[in-house]
């Protein structure tokens, strides 16, 4: 990536949550009496084991698969089945800042803080194992790798019916970088560009990328750059003499025998068709 292509379209930390820490956690008949974190918020990852935990003064179950979301300065303890190990994760999150939420704050103060294991939990818990990785072996990046995939985590959660969508919305730095890819994209269409690399280029997950352009484009990612090339290929057909070919180049595709394929999908004619119809338009 050339210097000038990321001053151009930098992603700025602060946009993202940051990770602090990450506890994993094996124990037997494991109680935590009350307590609350001043400048941090956590997500707790239940891998095995069940108890029930209280926030706020309200007890709730707490089961193997579960998450447990709590704010900052929230009060909360955690008792477990005695007898039986108790394995969690534990991921202390900073600079969180959900639309119409105070900082780091994940739910509304009188929301259920427990998500039940649902049909996104292999999302999750393969999401939460990339952030683990990514801390534990730190890498160039590692951080802005975790806050994007947090984002992700975020969005998973707020598809749960046991939380109302608004309490997890991604805020409006989100739909920035969005709008900056969505840039990218209509520069750069006629390159080699993939989810991956695209991901690549702003430091985010793929995961969390395809989430928010789908969200922001109305449609995948990749597709809207099938459509601003076709759309670029049906100009240059109308404003110009260049063979098919040569057109097919222009706007990224060098397979063109693909190009063609793609074009009579996207429009159902031919280039050729389609340039003859607007000729004989013009005539």
Known sequence: MQQADFEKYPVKERYLPSLRYILHQHSES???????????????????GSGTVSVRGKEYPFTEGDLLLINQDAMHSEKYEAGVVVEKYVYGLDN????????????????????????????????????????????????????????????????????????????????R???????????????NLSLKS???KFYVSTFYLAHIMKSHLGIPMIRYVIRLRIGEAQNLLCTTNYPVKQISQMVGYANFNYFLNVFKKTTGKT???????????QY
């Open 30 to 48: 494991a109680e935590y009496f009350y307590h609350k974190h001043e400048d941090i918020c956590e997500l707790v990852y239940l891998a095995h």
């Open 96 to 175: 969180v800042l959900l639309a119409g939420m105070p900082p780091n704050h994940l739910l509304p103060d009188d929301a259920c803080p427990v998500i039940p294991k649902n049909e996104y939990h292999d999302e999750l818990l393969s999401c939460l194992r990339l952030i683990e990785t990514e801390y534990n072996n730190s890498k160039p990046r590692y951080e802005q790798v975790c806050g994007g995939v947090l984002l992700g985590v975020f969005a998973l959660i707020a598809r749960s019916s046991a939380v109302p969508e608004k309490s997890l919305e991604i805020d409006r730095m989100t739909s």
């Open 177 to 191: 970088l969005a709008e900056q890819v969505e840039e990218y994209l209509k520069v750069h269409y006629c390159e």
């Open 198 to 200: 695209v991901a690549d």
């Open 271 to 281: 280039p050729n068709e389609f340039r003859a119809q607007v000729q004989k338009k």
